[in-house]
């Protein structure tokens, strides 16, 4: 099975680079039906593509993380989602008992005392819940865009994810932030408001904050911590 997906991706990639992330997703969801899957957290980019493939109903499966602490208005965007175009949007939440068991010996708030803490809180609420998502599947489409990070700049748009052990589509991985906007308006996509308000990435209300034009988009994450600890987990290169 990795032969065969790895094969696949020699064989997709000069392909994909001749195609538009509307394109690239359509012919995607026909080889892999079944087993391509896109996580959404309701950001810019993620709206965009989850209307690419709701409005031409690609048969690629839509998920969320709900860690139980995101902000008000991603669980309208959510919403209003699922009313739009009249979807289902599938959500995976921590296991029960972890969680409880974490939160009752830590604290609701225990992130903010140790890297080691909010490693474990973004481990229970986030990466076990995403590993089970996946399972089964062989194609990841994300969201991720180079201009969120230095390190995202050489990402190739289909890659594989070692980790957990499946194919990763980035489709809007060199569309600039005016590029995602433009397409939210021309199509009038619901999209967070937070992110009028300087918000560029989207996660947990207590680790996530505005930034300042000119600031390094992690800036909006984690920021209490050191520059090196800010990763979730999520993207192992990000
Ligand atoms: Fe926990 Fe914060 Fe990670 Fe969310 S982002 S899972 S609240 S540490």
């Not at 959510?78 to 949007?89: A, D, G, P, Q, V």
């Not at 296991?95 to 474990?120: A, D, L, M």
């Not at 819940?129 to 995202?152: C, D, F, I, M, Y």
């Amino acid at each position: 099975m990795l032969d065969t997906l790895q094969n696949k991706l020699e064989d997709l990639v000069p392909t994909l680079s001749q195609l538009s992330p509307q394109e690239g997703l359509s012919l995607l969801a026909q080889q892999f039906e079944g087993k391509i899957i896109f996580s959404t957290s309701f950001s810019w980019e993620d709206q965009v593509i989850a209307h690419m493939i709701l409005s031409q109903s690609l048969p690629v499966k839509i998920f969320t993380l709900d860690t139980g602490r995101l902000f008000g208005e991603t669980y309208y965007v959510w919403s209003r989602t699922n009313e739009l175009y009249n979807t289902k949007i599938s959500a995976y939440y921590p296991n029960q008992e972890h969680i409880e068991r974490f939160v009752t010996e830590k604290g609701p708030n225990s992130f903010y005392e140790s890297v080691e803490n909010r490693k474990s809180c973004c481990y229970i609420r986030k990466v076990e819940p995403l590993k089970r998502a996946l399972a089964g599947n062989q194609l990841w489409v994300t969201g991720l865009r180079a201009e969120h990070s230095p390190e995202r700049g050489d990402l190739p748009a289909l890659e594989w994810d070692e980790g957990n052990q499946i194919l990763k589509y980035h489709p809007l991985l060199h569309w600039t932030t005016e590029e995602v906007k433009e397409f939210i308006n021309k199509n009038g996509i619901p999209y967070n408001t937070l992110h009028d308000k300087g918000f560029v990435s989207i996660g947990c209300l207590p680790c996530t904050r505005a930034i300042q034009p000119g600031d390094d988009f992690r800036a909006g994450r984690w920021w209490w911590e050191d520059k090196a600890s800010k990763e979730c987990g999520l993207h192992a290169h990000s």
